[in-house]
Structure formats: C-alpha cells, structure tokens
Nanobody, 118 residues
Framework: QVQLVESGGGLVQPGGSLRLSCSTSGIRERFFAMAMGWYRQAPGKQRDLVAQISRDGDTTNYADSVRGRFTMSRDNAANTLSLQMNSLKPEDTGVYYC?????????WGQGTQVTVSS
C-alpha cells in the first residue's frame, strides 16, 4: 500500500525556519527512479508545486516565490524527502505535501500545516 506521510510543520514567526520531512512506503522500487516534488496549498487556493528534485538528487528547481529560501533534498536509500525552509514569510502559509513531480500521482497524504505569523 502506497503511503506518503509529511511532517515537520508548525507555527513559526516571519523570518523563522522549518524543516519538513516526507516518508514513503510502498514505493521503494519506484522512488529512486522518480522526480519528486513538494507542493503547497494555501488557504482557498489550488495546490501548487514549490520545489522539485531529480531522480538522483543532483538537480533541483523552485518556484520563484521560494527560490533562495527553500532547499529540497532526498535520500534514495531511505526513500525520504526533505524541505528546508528559511526566511519564512506569511505567504508561505499553507499545507505542504510531497508527491511525484509528474502524473500519475500517488495518493496524496494528509500534508503538514505550516503557519507563518507573528
């Protein structure tokens, strides 16, 4: 059974940092062969891709709104993803999800809530 579990969110003040983690199960045979992404769904908005990483982890790309502040990484041995978020802004608030970079997507996890507020 495929499962994606995001964690590490919370309430943080503007300028603060958080590190999100994504654990996966049921996709070990495919994880290392797939580009992966972190997605964000802000309140009342659609889910958008904010960061992506290549299969081998050597190449990353970011949405303009987070470039220079967020860093995505992966551990193919552990089948996990991370998203280091620095200099957080109120507009970074939302629920963060991990999933395949391209369709078909795995079943979406519950996500982890990030709230940036003073």
């Amino acid at each position: 059974q495929v499962q994606l579990v995001e964690s590490g969110g919370g309430l943080v003040q503007p300028g603060g940092s958080l590190r999100l983690s994504c654990s996966t199960s049921g996709i070990r045979e495919r994880f290392f062969a797939m580009a992966m992404g972190w997605y964000r769904q802000a309140p009342g908005k659609q889910r958008d891709l904010v960061a992506q990483i290549s299969r081998d982890g050597d190449t990353t790309n970011y949405a303009d709104s987070v470039r220079g502040r967020f860093t995505m990484s992966r551990d193919n041995a552990a089948n996990t993803l991370s998203l280091q978020m620095n200099s957080l802004k109120p507009e970074d608030t939302g629920v963060y999800y991990c999933n395949s970079r391209y369709p078909p997507y795995f079943p979406w996890g519950q996500g982890t809530q990030v709230t940036v507020s003073s």
